[in-house]
């Protein structure tokens, strides 16, 4: 079992900059990809961005150029850094993690944080 709390969201205007920390615990060994997703109301979950085993990092189209996603092993807390922030960037944030337990791949979700960016 993997647990997965965020913080750092809230209201921020246009332009401006937030920083969502996603700290994991439990059985945070092997995990496979951790990153973040995003949901506005009545929209499938989209996603933002992953860090992959082996360090590689994904983005979604939207976010490439404003946001980094980073983690710090040693306190196993994976960050998304999000600047130049645009209305079209509310929804609430979920940090995800992936990994193999024997010959299944499991994904635990966090409760989410809400990002509000007003114009």
């Known amino acids: 079992q993997v647990q997965l709390v965020e913080s750092g969201g809230g209201l921020v205007q246009a332009g401006g900059s937030l920083r969502l920390s996603c700290a994991a615990s439990?059985?945070?060994?092997?995990?496979?990809?951790i990153g973040w997703y995003r949901q506005v109301p009545g929209n499938q979950r989209e996603l933002v961005a992953v860090i992959l085993s082996g360090s590689t990092t994904n983005y979604a189209d939207s976010v490439k150029g404003r946001f980094t996603i980073s983690r710090d092993n040693a306190k196993n807390t994976v960050y998304l850094q999000m600047n130049s922030l645009k209305p079209e960037d509310t929804a609430v944030y979920y940090c995800?993690?992936?990994?193999?337990?024997?010959?299944?791949?499991?994904?635990?979700w966090g409760q989410g944080t809400q990002v509000t960016v007003s114009s």
């Open positions: 439990g059985s945070t060994f092997n995990i496979n990809a």
């Open positions: 995800y993690a992936e990994k193999y337990e024997g010959a299944f791949l499991r994904t635990y």
